[in-house]
């Protein structure tokens, strides 16, 4: 695996339809040319679909579907999204589950990310979850777990990204949701920092969703997030 390219933007899909999407995807341009494509999409908006057809006209697509079930399960799905030609795919960040992904992308162009504590939970969610650490804690045992079973990177937090860069080492990607620019609201999220704050902490990669689609002209938000990301390798 070669070194992961530092400050890659991918913008979230987060839509109902695949006309949605294509709409948005002709809106941006040359701006961007990667996609992340969730679980609303997917199953909602013909996003396998839309996926392969974004391959086809050279983009690249980061299927989030968080895979986690037995290993022959998670193996054979990896292998499956493996052969579209998709860049990226997350698994929650299981022990067995992240072997049995590494696998399955085995000889592959794939990317496989551990997801390892999602952005919109915090110490008391994970409490009441029933785990006796931390999010940083946690984050950084499941860290670790990637990058022993081999995986291509993990999504964290921008918080955590400093540490977890200390861990995985250079090569691994580092990819954080959670981005929110000073001019957008929060939402959700409850770990999350600037596009700037987030590439100069060590991120390979940053995913923004709503500051995107939900702005009134979402080439100018891009075009904003791109000169924030700018300024943090700057400082890295």
């Not at 040359?30 to 974004?54: E, P, Q, S, T």
């Not at 989030?64 to 579209?84: P, R, S, Y």
Request: with cysteine.
């Amino acid at each position: 695996m070669t070194s992961q390219p530092a400050g890659d933007l991918i913008v979230a899909l987060d839509l109902d339809s695949r006309a949605e999407a294509e709409f948005l995807v002709e809106r941006l341009g040359d701006r961007v040319d990667f996609f992340k494509i969730g679980y609303r999409l997917f199953y909602g908006g013909d996003g396998y679909a839309l996926g392969k057809a974004l391959l086809a006209a050279g983009k690249r697509v980061f299927f989030d579907l968080k895979l986690l079930d037995i290993g022959e399960v998670v193996e054979k799905g990896v292998a499956a999204i493996a052969a579209t030609g998709a860049t990226m795919l997350t698994v929650h960040a299981y022990p067995q589950a992240m072997r049995a992904a590494a696998r399955g992308a085995a000889g592959s162009d794939l990317t496989v990310l551990g997801v390892t504590v999602l952005t919109s939970m915090d110490d008391a969610d994970l409490t009441e979850s029933g785990y006796d650490r931390d999010a940083a804690g946690l984050v950084a045992l499941r860290a670790g777990q990637a990058r022993d079973a081999k995986l291509g990177g993990v999504v964290c937090s921008p918080n955590e990204a400093a540490m977890v860069r200390q861990i995985v080492g250079p090569r691994m990607a580092i990819v954080t949701p959670g981005i929110r620019p000073a001019w957008s609201a929060r939402g959700d999220q409850k770990r999350f920092t600037s596009p700037g704050d987030a590439i100069s902490s060590g991120v390979s990669h940053i995913v923004v969703g709503r500051p995107i689609t939900g702005a009134p002209d979402p080439g100018e938000a891009v075009d904003r997030i791109l000169t924030e990301m700018a300024g943090g390798l700057r400082v890295a």
